[in-house]
């Protein structure tokens, strides 16, 4: 049966996931286990593949082939566990040999893998595959760029809920192999109180202890637009304040104000142009929709040999 398997259930109780908020670590590399693997490429074969590769079947089904995947630019790789999981559902035998890992930078021209096995399996599995690594790579590369901006300071640069639909868990995978860091990863592990939360509960303090109430071992994090915002969120004991679209000098004086109280979030049209800027106002974190939502693949081949 190709979806008896209920991932957010499965999230839920492996928390796989680096989450800042509960101060759990991960290591650089780390992804779901492979039960979960296998469903994403599954339900992406499905639809590719369909009923069947129609021109796959033009080959004899007993032709083997060999293949390897190169890189075209400079990127961050990310997507093997995906890759290799889209032959294993196609044909196990498939032998993959890898030259490079997850999390590693790539030249232009380098070999990333070698692949033996199935001529069908190898040509009906090429696009699933390779759009994964694509995908995730470029979605790690874009991450590097950020974390090595920041690096000499003490700062962390997170992701958002901004990702491709059905890429989730990938794209946070990726964002990690580019070192940075996951922000929550649902609506359902952390409580992120914002502006339409605010006027929908009356008031600052009455959405911080309705949270309390409701959640008391869930982490809650509230956006605030505004200094005074930001004094009322600290008077009701917010743990972390998320500073919406705050400018350079507003997110200074926010800091002074806070001065440790609360961990404080940046966020809000924030680029590689103005991120140093940004974290040099002595911000904790800094979240960057751009991680998971501006997408360029990276220029990948695979080429039978």
Not at 83 to 104: K, S
Not at 174 to 196: M, S, T, Y
Not at 284 to 304: E, N, P, Q
């Amino acid at each position: 049966m190709l979806f008896d398997f209920d991932p957010i259930r499965h999230v839920r109780q492996r928390r796989y996931l680096l989450m800042p908020h509960l101060s759990v670590t991960a290591s650089q590399n780390e992804h779901p286990d492979p039960t979960l693997i296998e469903f994403q490429a599954r339900a992406a074969l499905a639809e590719d593949v369909g009923a069947g590769d129609l021109t796959a079947s033009l080959l004899p089904a007993d032709r083997h082939g060999r293949a390897e995947l190169i890189t075209r630019e400079a990127a961050v790789l990310c997507g093997a566990p995906w890759f290799e999981a889209v032959f294993r559902v196609l044909a196990p035998e498939i032998q993959i040999d890898w030259l490079a890992h997850d999390g590693e930078p790539l030249t232009p021209g380098q070999r990333l893998c070698v692949l033996d096995g199935s001529a069908r399996a190898l040509l009906t599995g090429e696009r699933t595959a390779m759009n994964y690594v694509q995908t995730l790579s470029g979605t790690a590369t874009l991450a590097r760029r950020y974390a090595d901006a920041v690096a000499d300071l003490p700062v962390r640069v997170l992701d958002t809920r901004k990702t491709v639909p059905g890429l989730r868990w990938q794209q946070k995978y990726a964002v990690r192999c580019g070192g940075c860091q996951n922000h929550r990863f649902g609506l359902f592990d952390v409580i992120l109180i914002k502006e339409n939360h605010i006027l929908a509960a009356g008031s600052i303090p009455a959405a911080l202890e309705a949270a309390r109430m409701l959640h008391p071992c869930v982490p809650v994090e509230i956006e605030v637009e505004s200094l005074d915002e930001l004094e009322l969120a600290l008077d009701a004991g917010a743990p972390v304040v998320l500073l919406d679209n705050f400018a350079l000098d507003a997110l200074r004086q926010a800091v002074a104000i806070t001065a440790g109280r609360a961990q404080l979030e940046a966020s809000g049209g924030i680029s590689l142009e103005t991120i140093r800027a940004v974290a040099e106002t002595g911000v904790d974190r800094i979240s960057v929709g751009a991680l998971t939502k501006d997408v360029r693949a990276v220029d990948l081949s695979m080429r039978l040999v």
